[in-house]
């Protein structure tokens, strides 16, 4: 059973602070790795994705990716209260040939202004 | 300009029943999906079809009944609803079955009294 797992939080912090969340995997054959944010009551939007090892930057977000250690990260800079959402990690993993998404249960973020 | 839309967004019903829920994608896709996200907000893959033809079922009782009459729609057809079917039920798409970015609909609230 390939498992993704978050700590559901809530992670609190104030405006202006860095916001960490993380996320481990089990599936040491995934090749792709998305993080999404969902607004209460909202669809899953993209944050960011990340294939190789190492840091990528978007904006106030980085993702890091370890896949020595299965674990992926999401760096959110100069936290806003309109960050304020669920943070899904999802991995993607083979399925009889074809590419599914496993996600996590999430990590809800506040951040208090 | 909406890319991936479904309908209802509410759905509302009597246990017993046969309901229908619709999704389009216009965003040229080979891929869609549906994933039901229950009350505790874990988001979990049912089934993916790749130009029309199932390549994912995951462990989804016999009265769910996918069906894509072309790859920009995919709809999920359910019998004899039960309780706990009450989930919300989201369509995405992506441009190709290994590892892509999934685009997700608004989703379909169904309540099952």
């Known amino acids: 059973q390939k498992e993704v797992e978050q700590n559901s939080g809530p992670l609190s912090v104030p405006e202006g602070a860095i916001a960490s969340l993380n996320c481990t995997y089990s599936?040491?054959?995934?090749?792709?790795f998305f993080w999404y944010r969902q607004y209460s009551g909202k669809s899953p939007e993209l944050i960011m994705f990340i294939y190789s090892n190492g840091d990528k930057e978007d904006g106030r977000f980085t993702a890091q990716l370890n896949k020595a250690s299965q674990y992926v990260s999401l760096l959110i800079r100069d936290s806003q209260p309109s960050d304020s959402a669920t943070y899904l990690c999802?991995?993607?993993?083979?399925?009889?040939?074809?590419?599914?998404?496993?996600f996590g249960k999430g990590t809800m973020l506040l951040v208090s202004p | 300009d909406t890319a991936v839309s479904q309908t209802p967004k509410y759905l509302v019903t009597q246990m017993g029943n046969d309901k229908s829920i619709k999704c389009e994608q216009n965003?040229?896709?080979?891929?869609m999906y549906w994933y039901k996200q229950d009350s505790k907000k874990f988001l979990k893959i049912m089934f993916s079809y790749n130009n029309k033809e199932l390549i994912i079922n995951e462990t989804v009782p016999n009265r769910f009944s996918p069906k894509s009459p072309d790859k920009a729609h995919l709809n999920l057809h359910i019998n004899s609803l039960e309780l706990g079917d009450s989930a919300v039920y989201f369509c995405?798409?992506?441009?190709?079955?290994?590892?892509?970015?999934?685009?997700f609909g608004p989703g379909t609230r169904l309540t099952v009294l």
């Open positions: 599936d040491r054959g995934s090749q792709s």
């Open positions: 999802a991995v993607n993993s083979l399925n009889s040939g074809y590419s599914t998404l496993t």
């Open positions: 965003l040229g896709h080979d891929t």
């Open positions: 995405a798409s992506s441009q190709k079955t290994r590892g892509d970015t999934q685009y």
